[in-house]
């Protein structure tokens, strides 16, 4: 072999090596600890050196140590499942649950929090029963909390009489833990559908999170309304009968509703903001469905609802307060 493919193969292989070492040390990390952590990364260290070892004596030997090592690695990963049956965090220990019946659908464990402050509340889940004819607005909302880029996207769906419903899909936490989007990566955490009362999980985020959240009005057809919820409530179902887990980019607040929108436009196109979520209303305008005039930076500016919401503070007709139009 000349020198110049030596090095390159060389090269390849301790790419391989480095980088799946890197991942299973990161993956022992977030699912081991104490003990068991350290003699897991002691297994790994032995192993890489073993590759090492093997592909200087004979290169084909050292991919047949890689090849056995990625394959026990794999079988353990394969064992970590995802649960419906853990210490959950309050805001998120019950997904919502729901049963269809016509146009009735009644969504169960829809949670009504009264917040303190950005942690602390007075729980309440309640059950409500809504009409799907009855539907008359469908809004997104984006949350951003540092970079503008990255948004947490929320959907309300408005009913006649002035009832709105959010649904929000959302990591599902432990009790100790925080979220990481390096763990989103190694199934540290369980998806989970959030339905929820606008007065709680708009104000928890506008009032004591202190975030920047717009509503952006989107405009379909009844039809599409109808078809829009009902993919939530698919999703609820799914979820009940098993969990999943997180997946900081395929499977996130964003790649989920893609997901959900494509029964309205099964080819809805793959795009840069379903990771860079907070560029959203520049996707949703190109599918030609955000409501409103001018230009989608005039919307943007139009769309922010901190500061009403702010300002209505624990009013009771919230809703409408983080409607209505800035005051010139």
């Not at 353990?76 to 269809?100: E, F, L």
């Not at 993919?231 to 607040?253: G, H, K, M």
């Not at 860079?276 to 943007?300: F, H, N, T, W």
Request: hydrophobic share 50%; glycine share 6%; charged share 20%.
């Amino acid at each position: 072999m000349s020198r110049p493919l030596k090095f390159a193969a060389n090269a390849v292989f301790a790419i391989v090596v480095l980088a799946g070492t890197a991942w299973t040390a990161t993956a022992l990390w977030f699912h081991l600890a104490g003990l068991p952590l350290i003699l897991g990364w002691a297994l790994l260290a032995i192993a890489a050196v073993v590759a090492i070892y093997a592909w200087a004596r004979q290169p084909l030997l050292g991919w047949v140590v890689v090849g056995l090592a990625a394959l026990l690695t794999a079988g353990w990963y394969a064992t970590i499942r995802p649960s419906d049956d853990r210490d959950w965090a309050p805001d998120v220990a019950r997904g919502v649950k729901a049963q269809v019946a016509g146009d009735l659908v009644t969504l169960s464990d829809v949670r009504d929090f009264h917040w303190q402050d950005s942690d602390h509340a007075e729980e309440r889940w309640i059950t409500r029963t809504v009409d799907l004819s009855q539907i008359e607005t469908v809004d997104m909302l984006t949350s951003v909390w540092n970079n503008p880029d990255i948004a947490h996207l929320l959907v309300s769906f408005g009913f006649a009489g002035g009832e709105h419903v959010v649904f929000s899909v959302e990591i599902r936490r432990e009790a100790d833990e925080s979220f990481n989007e390096i763990g989103g990566f190694f199934r540290q955490f369980e998806l989970v559908l959030i339905a929820a009362n606008e007065g709680d999980i708009v104000r928890l985020r506008t009032n004591h999170r202190k975030e920047e959240v717009r509503l952006y009005p989107i405009d379909l057809t009844p039809d599409q309304q109808r078809r829009l919820f009902l993919s939530y409530v698919t999703l609820a179902q799914d979820l009940e009968a098993a969990p999943r887990f997180y997946n900081t980019v395929t499977a996130n607040c964003t790649t989920v509703v893609y997901g959900l929108a494509q029964v309205l436009n099964p080819s809805l196109p793959l795009d840069s903001s379903l990771i860079l979520s907070g560029r959203l209303p520049e996707y949703i305008d190109a599918q030609g469905v955000l409501a409103g005039e001018g230009s989608v930076g005039d919307r943007r500016a139009a769309a922010l609802i901190t500061p009403k919401a702010q300002a209505a503070g624990e009013a009771a007709d919230f809703s409408e307060a983080i409607r209505r139009p800035a005051a010139p």
